[in-house]
């Protein structure tokens, strides 16, 4: 009995108070945050009394450790993984494979602390510190970033620390429990006394020496053992433990948090190709560039150039539908229809962080397509100089400058910056202008001001590259600059409150980016040197899980749509000069660097002429979706061994590892082939030239269609689109004017259709003096002729609405065409017929070279020979029909055997639909595909 009580008393005054204090905090933590329901609260209450009273009573002795240890290592490991995983992930989706294989390295872990410490106690109780830290971060990092924890991030410690006071460190009560929990076990682990020494002082004659070395030397062999296997070996992956989600996160939650730093570890490894050498990689870089034609010529003018990636800068709006009280960007919306700008999106790496994954790809042209989501290659893989955009515009003349109004140690910016060949780095502690602050960082402002002030003092001998990382839009997001309110999602109007405060001050701060940058781009308007600004954002910000929940509903998206809508943000290039810049479309962001050389005409190198024929095929590679010109998402494991995939591999090792003397694979060259056709004058018929044509001038810049407006039509004639469909009325007045119908107000309040079925036509200055939908620009049918003797290489196919008879009308549009000077267009002017007689009225007004046949006011004629009889002959060029039509089996029957005459579909938006369409036909109506994203589907 004596025996009994001294071991449930207090070993120690000290440590009954020590005992107390813990027991005081576990309590203190446990009602400040809570842990859940009544029975953990009861069960928690029980933890924090038992951590104390473990602390408070002495040690067990060796056979009570023996039995205790082995029951803990029986029952506390399963339990511990529970409790490391619960704060974040439910267990709903880990894989059992991934489960057991924790376990497993959780034993390794008491192995590994054993060899250390050669107790076993200690070796319980050190690995369940280590889990329990691990735990800790791993909630934080996930609520920050929606990331999992990976062996890149033990490098990246430094950025971390750099802006860790902006943080909201409350933590869950879930974690609040599993805290309780390792609390518990990290006590009763430390109490177990079983060590060579206690060993010896039980069995007399114990040969202590010999038998620990061995028993280290076998556990030395089990741990090396055990993490060769999981990370040299496939064994991982042999077992359903692998990278096959298109989620980060996903990865965590099926593979487990312990797991999931091994599993991005193997595919984070790019191996050497079993081709590579410097013979293989420069007879590729040769090949793509004697292949290479580009639709632009060369220039010898070397504009100063500002490449800027805007911390968590993105366009909400690509989620789906709300409004706020409020523009969220004006200035860049209104970069949509610039003659001097063109704007699109970028796939992006990350999500949240990891900005310099999104800098990475960028300026080298690499693509953590071929890495793993979570590696930082700036921290990892960038030891030594590594070819760059910042080379290559120094080889013709530039000189170059990286700014950041942050610390430089930043992810090893200093020396990465270094290695990338920047003649000099200005950090925040360089700056020379005011700071201005949001929260801790500087704003937008500011630091366009230090651009400014740096390029004013620039080497004015050669022409200036300066790239800059701005801050001010970093998390969190609490501190208001304006009074952004959400005012409907998805058409759902209500008072939300505070519900969407982290949006709305988010949002705030895209405006104040918007300001800023409209202020930087209007300096450079006044500025005599041509001078291109490039801007795009680095990732989108971390949204609450009710924002994307309510943008989301009703949308029918896969969860995998869903993920890669947040990894899309706007890009812009803004020029003060004519730079005759052509929009290539949306792409992910290892192109950028490609694209911008590419528009503005300068030298490239074979990697970089690669590089945009590698884009034709694959327009998005990115570590989150692998996309063809289709723009639809394809396999990355069955495209895992296409030729261009593996090439752009070798690319990429070469640059990152290779030692192969391969520099003139990176080294600017002419530009060698050059297709430069105006398309106006070309002898290929319309026909022949054209797949897409771009239904009611197709969608603005920011997604609406059917506007007939010059906004349309300037977006998509940069996007690359020549052939445009437009609708014609006459107004009330006898002027025509482009427009679908005077029953839709289109925000002009012009014509309003009355109880009776009524129609007000307007005249044309009432048309005109309204935008349509308060900000596109509405077009006469002059207005359009104008633009198509600006634009040479443009046609047009008419959908003309009539007010007289067809005779009339027609007579109407070729005399407002030579009237105005612009005969010539008319060449390139195709008459939509809505019936077969049509030909002869139109014909009546005058001769047109060029006709199409529709059928969607006809329908598919019973008798379809007359039909079939027009169309091979000369008068007609092609048939268009509803894309429901191609089903009918007498329809495919009769186009099936077409020898004269072309068949297009309309309208058909979704790139899966038409790629199936496309099989039967030669060409599509449509307001948001693009000219090479059809042609690829032939």
Same mark, same amino acid.
Request: charged letters at 25%; aromatic letters at 14%.
């Given at each position: 009995?004596?025996?009994?009580?001294?071991?449930?008393?207090?070993?120690?005054?000290?440590?009954?108070?020590?005992?107390?204090?813990?027991?005081?905090?576990?309590?203190?933590?446990?009602?400040?945050?809570?842990?859940?329901?009544?029975?953990?609260?009861?069960?928690?209450?029980?933890?924090?009394?038992?951590?104390?009273?473990?602390?408070?009573?002495?040690?067990?002795?060796?056979?009570?450790?023996?039995?205790?240890?082995?029951?803990?290592?029986?029952?506390?490991?399963?339990?511990?993984?529970?409790?490391?995983?619960?704060?974040?992930?439910?267990?709903?989706?880990?894989?059992?494979?991934?489960?057991?294989?924790?376990?497993?390295?959780?034993?390794?872990?008491?192995?590994?602390?054993?060899?250390?410490?050669?107790?076993?106690?200690?070796?319980?109780?050190?690995?369940?510190?280590?889990?329990?830290?691990?735990?800790?971060?791993?909630?934080?990092? /996930?609520?920050?970033?929606?990331?999992?924890?990976?062996?890149?991030?033990?490098?990246?410690?430094?950025?971390?620390?750099?802006?860790?006071?902006?943080?909201?460190?409350?933590?869950?009560?879930?974690?609040?429990?599993?805290?309780?929990?390792?609390?518990?076990?990290?006590?009763?682990?430390?109490?177990?006394?079983?060590?060579?020494?206690?060993?010896?002082?039980?069995?007399?004659?114990?040969?202590?020496?010999?038998?620990?070395?061995?028993?280290?030397?076998?556990?030395?062999?089990?741990?090396?053992?055990?993490?060769?296997?999981?990370?040299?070996?496939?064994?991982?992956?042999?077992?359903?433990?692998?990278?096959?989600?298109?989620?980060?996160?996903?990865?965590?939650?099926?593979?487990?948090?312990? %797991?999931?730093?091994?599993?991005?570890?193997?595919?984070?490894?790019?191996?050497?190709?079993?081709?590579? #050498?410097?013979?293989?990689?420069?007879?590729?870089?040769?090949?793509?560039?004697?292949?290479?034609?580009?639709?632009?010529?060369?220039?010898?003018?070397?504009?100063?150039?500002?490449?800027?990636?805007?911390?968590?800068?993105?366009?909400?709006?690509?989620?789906?539908? /709300?409004?706020?009280?409020?523009?969220?960007?004006?200035? %860049?919306?209104?970069?949509?229809?610039?003659?001097?700008?063109?704007?699109?999106?970028?796939?992006?790496?990350?999500?949240?962080?990891?900005?310099?994954?999104?800098?990475?790809?960028?300026?080298?042209?690499?693509?953590?397509?071929?890495?793993?989501?979570?590696?930082?290659?700036?921290?990892?893989?960038?030891?030594?100089?590594?070819?760059?955009?910042?080379?290559?515009?120094?080889?013709?003349?530039?000189?170059?400058?990286?700014?950041?109004?942050?610390?430089?140690?930043?992810?090893?910016?200093?020396?990465?910056?270094?290695?990338?060949?920047?003649?000099?780095?200005?950090?925040?502690?360089?700056?020379?202008?005011?700071?201005?602050?949001?929260?801790?960082?500087?704003?937008?402002?500011?630091?366009?001001?230090?651009?400014?002030?740096?390029?004013?003092?620039?080497?004015?001998?050669?022409?200036?590259?300066?790239?800059?990382?701005?801050?001010?839009?970093?998390?969190?997001?609490?501190?208001?600059?304006?009074?952004?309110?959400?005012?409907?999602?998805?058409?759902?109007?209500?008072?939300?409150?505070?519900?969407?405060?982290?949006?709305?001050?988010?949002?705030?701060?895209?405006?104040?980016?918007?300001?800023?940058?409209?202020?930087?781009?209007?300096?450079?308007? !006044?500025?005599?040197?041509?001078?291109?600004?490039?801007?795009?954002?680095?990732?989108?910000?971390?949204?609450?899980?009710?924002?994307?929940?309510?943008?989301?509903?009703? !949308?029918?998206?896969?969860?995998?749509?869903?993920?890669?809508?947040?990894?899309?943000?706007?890009?812009?290039?803004?020029?003060?000069?004519?730079?005759?810049?052509?929009?290539?479309?949306?792409?992910?962001?290892?192109?950028?660097?490609?694209?911008?050389?590419?528009?503005?005409?300068?030298?490239?190198?074979?990697?970089?002429?690669?590089?945009?024929?590698?884009?034709?095929?694959?327009?998005?590679?990115?570590?989150?979706?692998?996309?063809?010109?289709?723009?639809?998402?394809?396999?990355?494991?069955?495209? #895992?061994?296409?030729?261009?995939?593996?090439?752009?591999?070798?690319?990429?090792?070469?640059?990152?590892?290779?030692?192969?003397?391969?520099?003139?694979?990176?080294?600017?060259?002419?530009?060698?082939?050059?297709?430069?056709?105006?398309?106006?004058?070309?002898?290929?018929?319309?026909?022949?030239?054209?797949?897409?044509?771009?239904?009611?001038?197709? !969608?603005?810049?920011?997604?609406?269609?059917?506007?007939?407006?010059?906004?349309?039509?300037?977006?998509?004639?940069?996007?690359?689109?020549?052939?445009?469909?437009?609708?014609?009325?006459?107004?009330?007045?006898?002027?025509?004017?482009?427009?679908?119908?005077?029953?839709?107000?289109?925000?002009?309040?012009?014509?309003?259709?009355?109880?009776?079925?009524?129609?007000?036509?307007?005249?044309?200055?009432?048309?005109?003096?309204?935008?349509?939908?308060?900000?596109?620009?509405?077009?006469?049918?002059?207005?359009?002729?104008?633009?198509?003797?600006?634009?040479?290489?443009?046609?047009?196919?008419?959908?003309?609405?009539?007010?007289?008879?067809?005779?009339?009308?027609?007579?109407?549009?070729?005399?407002?065409?030579?009237?105005?000077?612009?005969?010539?267009?008319?060449?390139?002017?195709?008459?939509?017929?809505?019936?077969?007689?049509?030909?002869?009225?139109?014909?009546?007004?005058?001769?047109?070279?060029?006709?199409?046949?529709?059928?969607?006011?006809?329908?598919?004629?019973?008798?379809?020979?007359?039909?079939?009889?027009?169309?091979?002959?000369?008068?007609?060029?092609?048939?268009?029909?509803?894309?429901?039509?191609?089903?009918?089996?007498?329809?495919?029957?009769?186009?099936?055997?077409?020898?004269?005459?072309?068949?297009?579909?309309? !309208?058909?938006?979704?790139?899966?639909?038409?790629?199936?369409?496309?099989?039967?036909?030669?060409?599509?109506?449509?307001?948001?595909?693009?000219?090479?994203?059809?042609?690829?589907?032939?």
């Amino acid at each position: 009995m004596k025996k009994l009580l001294d071991y449930i008393r207090p070993e120690s005054k000290k440590k009954l108070i020590a005992g107390i204090i813990v027991s005081a905090i576990l309590l203190a933590l446990m009602f400040a945050f809570g842990v859940g329901g009544k029975k953990h609260m009861v069960l928690g209450a029980a933890l924090c009394l038992g951590t104390g009273y473990i602390v408070a009573f002495r040690r067990l002795n060796f056979y009570q450790s023996l039995v205790c240890g082995i029951l803990y290592l029986i029952v506390v490991p399963l339990r511990m993984f529970y409790r490391l995983e619960l704060p974040i992930n439910n267990l709903a989706y880990t894989k059992r494979s991934a489960i057991i294989i924790s376990l497993v390295l959780i034993y390794v872990l008491y192995l590994f602390f054993y060899i250390v410490t050669q107790r076993i106690g200690t070796s319980l109780g050190v690995t369940g510190i280590f889990l329990l830290v691990l735990t800790i971060a791993e909630y934080y990092v /996930f609520t920050f970033r929606e990331m999992a924890i990976s062996f890149a991030d033990l490098f990246a410690i430094r950025t971390a620390i750099s802006v860790s006071g902006e943080y909201n460190y409350t933590p869950s009560s879930e974690l609040i429990y599993s805290v309780l929990w390792f609390a518990f076990f990290i006590a009763l682990g430390f109490k177990i006394n079983i060590s060579p020494k206690s060993i010896k002082e039980r069995f007399a004659g114990y040969r202590a020496v010999p038998v620990h070395i061995a028993a280290s030397a076998a556990a030395a062999v089990i741990v090396f053992g055990f993490f060769y296997l999981i990370v040299k070996t496939p064994f991982l992956a042999n077992h359903g433990v692998n990278d096959d989600s298109w989620a980060e996160c996903q990865l965590n939650f099926t593979n487990g948090c312990l %797991m999931y730093p091994f599993v991005e570890l193997r595919a984070g490894r790019i191996d050497k190709p079993s081709d590579y #050498s410097a013979e293989r990689l420069l007879q590729i870089g040769g090949d793509y560039s004697n292949s290479f034609i580009s639709p632009r010529e060369e220039k010898t003018e070397r504009p100063n150039i500002i490449l800027i990636m805007n911390e968590a800068f993105s366009d909400p709006r690509v989620l789906g539908n /709300f409004e706020t009280g409020q523009e969220l960007m004006p200035f %860049m919306d209104s970069l949509y229809t610039s003659e001097r700008s063109i704007r699109g999106n970028l796939y992006m790496p990350v999500l949240g962080g990891l900005t310099v994954n999104s800098e990475f790809e960028v300026l080298t042209g690499n693509s953590m397509f071929f890495l793993s989501a979570s590696s930082i290659p700036y921290e990892t893989s960038i030891n030594s100089p590594m070819p760059s955009l910042a080379k290559e515009l120094e080889a013709i003349g530039y000189s170059s400058m990286a700014m950041h109004p942050h610390v430089r140690i930043a992810y090893g910016r200093d020396t990465t910056y270094e290695n990338f060949g920047f003649d000099e780095f200005i950090d925040v502690n360089d700056f020379t202008v005011n700071i201005e602050t949001v929260g801790a960082y500087p704003d937008d402002a500011t630091n366009y001001r230090e651009i400014i002030k740096r390029f004013e003092s620039r080497d004015k001998d050669k022409p200036f590259f300066l790239f800059d990382v701005t801050i001010q839009n970093h998390s969190p997001y609490w501190k208001k600059v304006r009074d952004t309110k959400i005012l409907s999602i998805n058409g759902t109007s209500e008072d939300y409150g505070e519900k969407y405060s982290l949006e709305e001050t988010y949002f705030d701060l895209l405006r104040k980016s918007d300001d800023a940058f409209k202020e930087l781009v209007e300096y450079f308007e !006044t500025v005599d040197e041509p001078t291109i600004i490039c801007m795009f954002g680095d990732h989108e910000a971390i949204l609450s899980d009710d924002f994307y929940d309510a943008v989301f509903e009703g !949308t029918g998206y896969s969860e995998q749509k869903k993920n890669e809508l947040k990894y899309i943000t706007p890009y812009v290039m803004v020029a003060n000069y004519d730079a005759d810049l052509e929009s290539m479309g949306d792409f992910s962001a290892n192109y950028l660097g490609a694209v911008l050389l590419n528009e503005l005409g300068l030298p490239m190198s074979q990697f970089r002429k690669f590089q945009l024929q590698a884009m034709d095929t694959y327009p998005i590679m990115s570590v989150h979706k692998l996309a063809d010109a289709r723009g639809v998402s394809v396999d990355r494991a069955d495209n #895992s061994d296409n030729e261009l995939i593996n090439a752009y591999r070798m690319f990429q090792y070469d640059m990152m590892f290779g030692k192969e003397p391969t520099d003139a694979v990176y080294a600017p060259e002419a530009y060698g082939s050059v297709a430069v056709a105006d398309a106006g004058s070309s002898s290929e018929e319309w026909y022949d030239k054209f797949t897409a044509v771009t239904h009611a001038l197709g !969608t603005t810049g920011d997604g609406q269609l059917g506007t007939n407006s010059r906004e349309a039509f300037i977006y998509n004639y940069k996007r690359g689109q020549r052939l445009f469909e437009a609708d014609i009325q006459i107004t009330s007045d006898g002027v025509a004017v482009i427009r679908h119908d005077w029953e839709q107000d289109l925000g002009q309040r012009l014509s309003l259709a009355g109880a009776d079925g009524t129609v007000r036509v307007p005249t044309a200055e009432e048309f005109l003096s309204k935008k349509i939908y308060g900000k596109y620009t509405p077009l006469t049918l002059e207005e359009w002729f104008e633009l198509m003797d600006e634009y040479p290489d443009v046609w047009l196919i008419t959908d003309s609405k009539y007010s007289g008879t067809v005779t009339e009308d027609f007579k109407l549009f070729r005399e407002t065409a030579v009237n105005s000077g612009h005969a010539d267009v008319l060449n390139r002017v195709i008459v939509q017929l809505y019936y077969p007689e049509m030909y002869d009225e139109v014909e009546t007004s005058g001769h047109f070279e060029h006709y199409i046949l529709t059928l969607y006011m006809t329908g598919y004629p019973e008798d379809s020979s007359e039909m079939l009889k027009l169309l091979e002959s000369d008068k007609v060029d092609a048939l268009t029909m509803p894309e429901d039509y191609v089903v009918n089996e007498r329809v495919l029957s009769d186009i099936a055997g077409r020898q004269n005459y072309k068949v297009f579909l309309h !309208t058909v938006d979704d790139p899966e639909k038409a790629a199936e369409l496309m099989q039967y036909v030669d060409g599509l109506y449509t307001d948001t595909l693009l000219e090479k994203q059809v042609r690829s589907m032939k």
